[in-house]
């Protein structure tokens, strides 16, 4: 329990233990989303409140939130996507945003290459097989294969690079596509999403959300990935336009997806749960002890470092460090 002078913040969600404890014991916290009235709870504390902890992607941190805190100094925010941030609001108001990059870095790449195995050679199909008795009346059907694959990411950040790196050790030729060539890797760069697709057989996106990425992959991007074509994304769902995915699965315009995210999570559509032939999974690419635990200690570590006065550990971009 945090002594009665000590800083005072919000929590706009539920946290890990692992992170929520620590939290408690460093600042006065104010559980946000337990109130009863929440724009009371915030007109009583809005002069005392200096940071934010932002936990998952549904608690939206935006201008209306700013408003009610005029003393605010900093949101730290739990993950590596912060698209539930307006962080560009906050840099205009000379607030920082901080994030949880790298600690979750191969943990994700594992997952995608998990995820990208799992589709092709469709295991959990595999599975339910064995479990529904049906190996007992002949051998599962042959599967497509990663063998000849070749491989366009889209979004070769940190995650994306993670992903590349495994695939080379896989054999897979890798291209990618962002809105700059990147000097440290020598894949060919796409400046044209749809060229790319038209010349790989397999898509994985690792692209943050937020407007300028919003719906890249649609229609015509999956047209040119082709019969043979395989979506894998484990950036967020806003990148792809769901409704045309469903219809490119739907019409055999591509072969196969392999999803860890989705456009209105934690609702998934129907249509992609009534289909066999795809791969669905519940937005868990970070999701170890391990790892959460990591981010979630970045998370408090931010905010402990800020009110220490040493400044932010991982400030994004859009932020500029100040001094207090
Ligand atoms: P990062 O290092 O910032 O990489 C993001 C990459 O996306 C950059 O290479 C960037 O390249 C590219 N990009 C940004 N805007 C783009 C645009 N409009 N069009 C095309 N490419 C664009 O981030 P990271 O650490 O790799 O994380 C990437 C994302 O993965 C996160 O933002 C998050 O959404 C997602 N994620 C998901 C999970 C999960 O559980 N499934 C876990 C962690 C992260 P350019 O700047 O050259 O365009
Ligand atoms: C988290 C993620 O599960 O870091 C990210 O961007 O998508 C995941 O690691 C998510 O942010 C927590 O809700």
Redesign the pocket.
Known sequence: MASSNAPEIVMTGPLMAYAADQLKERFVVHELWKAADRDALLREIADRVRGVAAGGGHNRVDAALFDALPKLEIVSSF???Y?HVDAAEAGRRGLIVTNT?DV??DE?ADLAIGLLLATVRQLPQVDRYLREGKWLKGAYPLTTSLRKRSVGI???????KAVAHRLEAFGLPVAY????R?ADVAYRYYPSLIDMAADVDTLIS????GA??HH?INAEVLKALGPNGILVN???GTVVDEAALIKALQDKTILSAGL??FEDEPRVPADLIAMDHVVLLP????ASVHTREQMGQLLVDNLVSWFEGKGPKTPVPETPVRDR
Do not use: E, M, Y
């Open positions: 993950g590596v996507g698209d990059p979750l870095t994700v889209v979004g070769l950040g940190r995650i994306g596509h962002g809105r700059s990147q690792v692209a943050p959300g300028s990425t890249i484990v950036g967020r860890d995210v937005h868990v690419g970070s």
